[in-house]
């Protein structure tokens, strides 16, 4: 991995005079594959607008190759690709779609060769779409076609806004296929915005976690956002959809967001030892995934309608027997909850 592709400093972006990106400092490495979780809202998109060079920050700067560079300067114009949420292909032919970018650059060389290629590596016979226009496509052809027409401009940086959402199922995995070739193939920098987090945990080399504009950390945080009520004892609580409760100290107000860092769990036959301050909720276990970059074990359990997220050891799964569909307690502390 090599020097920060992109260096990030004081960055904040302004709409209707509220801030919904404020980033102090990121660098991302060249050749990295770096996913961006978060709930909606959150400012991922905003984010890879702003990586993308397509907006100007309100406040702030992004050096690109060590450089600081403005939207659409030419340092960067010809370099980094976005593919927005909304892919918008022409009322024209796959081809045309295709080879735009190219035509724009009047880099018309083996043209059709390279249309083909592109196609190819999103899984889609050129003899068979190459014609045909961008109506007669279904929702995940469309979305291949958007990023082969990125493709074929063999971009440094990547970037990817929730690539596979409401698609299909076979479209998502050449989509998620197609983007680590280029990786593998040209170095291509990727930044993935992606609510499948067992995908960007198993391919990035780090997860960045976007909560109401800001950098909260890995991604395994818990984040529980209010209202808060007074509960039982001095404490505060939510109540949620099965009846069960969060219990937090006073919140510093009652709409501010919990951040839960560590949450253990264990199977739910087991009695809960009694602790001062021990919280313990009922779940099931939803997914394991492997974490490419720790080799840790991310857990995700369900409790009521809430998904939370647990780091685990690989010993600790085997030995309490933990799997997908297995109901858990889940525990955590008190006094370790902050406020964000
Ligand atoms: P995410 O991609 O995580 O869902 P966005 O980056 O799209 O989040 O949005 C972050 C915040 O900025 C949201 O509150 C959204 O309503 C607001 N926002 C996004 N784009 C615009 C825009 N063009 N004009 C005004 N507000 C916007």
Redesign the pocket.
């Known amino acids: 991995m090599g020097e920060p592709l992109y260096f990030i400093t004081d960055l904040v ?1 302004v ?2 005079g ?1 801030a ?2 404020r980033i102090d400092r990121l660098d991302i490495p060249a050749g990295s594959i770096v996913g ?1 979780i ?12 702003l990586v993308g060079f397509v907006e100007k920050p309100t406040a702030g700067e992004i050096a690109y190759n060590g450089k600081p560079a403005a939207p659409f300067a030419l340092e960067v114009r010809h370099k980094v690709s976005l593919m927005p ?1 909304e892919s918008f292909l022409m009322k024209r032919t796959v081809s045309n779609n295709v080879a735009y970018g190219l035509k724009i650059r009047k880099d018309l060389d083996r043209l059709e060769l390279r249309i083909q290629t592109a196609l190819s590596w999103v899984g889609l016979d050129a003899a068979e779409f190459a014609k045909r226009p961008s109506y007669a496509l279904s929702g995940g052809e469309a979305q291949r076609v958007a990023l082969a027409a990125r493709l074929i401009l063999k971009p440094e940086v990547l970037l990817l ?2 690539p596979t959402a409401s698609i299909d199922a076979l479209s998502a995995q050449l989509i998620k296929d197609a983007a680590l070739k280029a990786r593998s193939e040209w170095g291509t920098t990727l930044i993935i ?1 992606s609510h499948d987090w067992q995908w960007l945990y198993g391919v990035c080399d780090r997860v960045v976690h ?1 909560v109401r ?1 800001r950098l909260m950390g890995s991604g395994r945080e818990n984040i529980i956002f209010g209202p808060w009520e007074p509960g039982p004892n001095g404490l505060w609580g939510k109540v949620l959809a099965d009846g069960q409760r969060i219990l937090v100290q006073k919140p510093p107000e009652a709409l501010s967001a919990a951040v839960i860092d560590h949450a253990a769990i264990v199977p739910a036959e087991r009695p809960i030892p009694n602790r001062d301050h021990q919280v313990s909720l009922s779940g099931v276990i939803t997914r394991l995934a492997l974490e490419k970059a720790s080799g840790d074990i991310i857990g995700s359990v369900l409790v009521a309608n809430l998904p939370f997220t647990t780091t685990l050891a690989e010993s600790e799964v085997r030995e309490n027997g933990l799997y997908p569909g297995r109901r858990v307690q889940l525990l955590y502390d008190i006094t370790s909850v902050r406020w964000f």
């Open positions: 972006h709409y209707r509220q919904v990106l961006v978060g709930p909606n809202g959150s400012g991922k998109s905003t984010f890879l607008k949420q806004d929730e915005a976007l504009g």
